[in-house]
């Protein structure tokens, strides 16, 4: 079974920076996609970055662009957010997110994804 298994959350001032992490474990398919979306108490749920796996194309929502990059390490099945730039709009649950058998590139769609990890909390403070 695949697993999503998050880590790096923290709490840090405005301006300041954190990386979290999302390791995937289990069977992987060609195709296979990944995405952090966020949720704030009160809000929707958030779509905040999406990578197909294997390619090099990388969906950022318009609120983090220019704050936030990803970057992943196959060898370890693990992508990364670095989060830069923190604002307190930032503040939320973050959550990895992924798709086995992708036939498209992605989607900003929380629906679209089978696989979730279990919420890691950031939270900037002003």
């Known amino acids: 079974q695949v697993q999503l298994v998050e880590s790096g959350g923290g709490s840090v001032q405005a301006g300041g920076s954190l990386r979290i992490s999302c390791r995937v474990s289990?069977?992987?398919?060609?195709?296979?996609?990944m995405a952090w979306f966020r949720q704030a108490p009160g809000k929707e749920r958030e779509f905040v970055v999406g990578v197909n796996w294997s390619g090099n194309k990388i969906d950022y929502a318009d609120s983090v662009k220019g704050r936030f990059t990803f970057s992943k390490d196959s060898t370890k099945n693990t992508g990364y957010l670095q989060m830069s730039k923190l604002k307190p709009e930032d503040t939320a649950a973050y959550y990895c997110?992924?798709?086995?058998?992708?036939?498209?590139?992605?989607?900003?769609?929380?629906?679209?994804?089978?696989?979730w990890g279990q919420g890691i909390q950031v939270t900037v403070s002003s």
């Open positions: 289990g069977r992987t398919l060609d195709g296979f996609a």
């Open positions: 997110a992924a798709n086995l058998l992708a036939l498209r590139d992605g989607s900003r769609s929380s629906d679209w994804y089978d696989y």
